[in-house]
């Protein structure tokens, strides 16, 4: 069976540190996989998502950057975290006909 | 621009009542409406609605689409306190790796 896992569960970070947030998938080969941002009380925002191997579209301008350095590895880095950047992080990865399954979330605090 | 309109923002209810949550979107190259269940981290796929009018049921859960009134509603009947989360719906979007999700309706379920 599939499964997608996300670590960090929690992190809290200075203002101007890095951020390095990993997502693995298991149990599916070449997945679409997807970074979203969730703001308190709003809806899930589209960061970055992967179709393949080093191949990155971003939906929005921002301090973040995302990496597929292996087909099932998806990560989101930072190199100067803001206060702006705080938040609930979701990887997810998409199944045919069947909608996201997302990873358990990350929830950044930067202070 | 896209939008995904969910209401009520926030419902509270005693066990056993019915409740219904609605969500109407406005997606150009709509393909289904899908909703997620979210309690302290990861939304889980509740249902994805591609056809008008046909009722989508799981256990004490339901759904339906209409692709005429771009609205679909999610029915709860007799709640538990088991499910109190953030319901949210999505709109997807063809040829696009993208979905549109409302800010979420969240139920809470007093017993």
């Known amino acids: 069976s599939q499964t997608i896992h996300q670590w960090p569960a929690t992190l809290v970070q200075p203002v101007g540190s890095p951020l390095s947030l990993e997502c693995t998938v298991e149990g599916t080969s070449n997945p679409n996989l997807y970074w979203y941002r969730q703001a308190a009380g709003r809806g899930l925002q589209l960061l970055f998502y992967?179709?393949?191997?080093?191949?990155i579209s971003s939906e929005v301008p921002q301090n973040l950057s995302a990496s597929r350095p292996q087909d099932r590895q998806f990560i989101l880095s930072s190199k100067k975290l803001l206060l702006s950047d705080s938040g609930f992080y979701l990887c997810?990865?998409?199944?045919?006909?069947?909608?996201?399954?997302f990873g358990s979330g990350t929830r950044l605090t930067v202070v | 621009e896209d939008k995904v309109v969910q209401s009520p923002l926030s419902l509270v209810v005693h066990e056993g009542d019915t409740v219904t949550l609605n969500c109407s979107y406005e997606v150009t190259n709509f393909r289904s409406l899908l909703w997620y269940k979210q309690e302290k981290k990861a939304p889980t796929f509740l249902f994805m609605l591609?056809?008008?009018?046909i009722e989508k049921k799981s256990g004490r859960l339901s759904s339906i689409l209409d692709k005429k009134e771009l609205f679909s509603i999610l029915n709860i009947t007799a709640t538990q306190t088991g499910d109190s989360a953030v319901y949210l719906c999505?709109?997807?979007?063809?040829?696009?790796?993208?979905?549109?999700f409302g800010a979420g309706t969240r139920l809470t379920v007093k017993p």
């Open positions: 999505a709109g997807d979007i063809y040829n696009n790796n993208d979905m549109r």
């Open positions: 992967s179709v393949g191997i080093g191949q």
């Open positions: 997810a990865w998409r199944r045919l006909n069947y909608g996201y399954t």
């Open positions: 591609t056809s008008s009018g």
